[in-house]
């Protein structure tokens, strides 16, 4: 599940403006995963790096509640490749 999280504009927009961007932070997702996983994100893992294995477990405990859209999503991300 590690490709498959976001680069969420949603919890970006949660961090400190004082917080420098880690550049060797992998920026992972597209925009599908944006749109509709957005809200499953805040939900169910709020507060946690959509770029960290972390979200991923938080995304992988959680899969059964996911909506069906975001659940959809991810699976067309992986179909991808992760892209």
Do not use: W
Request: glycine share 10%; aromatic share 4%.
């Amino acid at each position: 599940m590690r490709s498959l999280i976001l680069a969420l504009g949603l919890t970006a927009a949660s961090v400190p403006a004082i917080a420098a961007p880690d550049a060797a932070a992998p920026k992972r997702g597209n925009q599908d995963l944006k749109t509709y996983c957005s809200g499953d994100a805040v939900t169910f893992c709020s507060g946690k790096d959509p770029h960290s294995a972390e979200m991923d477990a938080c995304f992988e405990k959680n899969t059964g509640q996911l909506s069906e859209n975001c659940r959809r999503a991810i699976k067309a991300y992986k179909a991808g490749g992760g892209k």
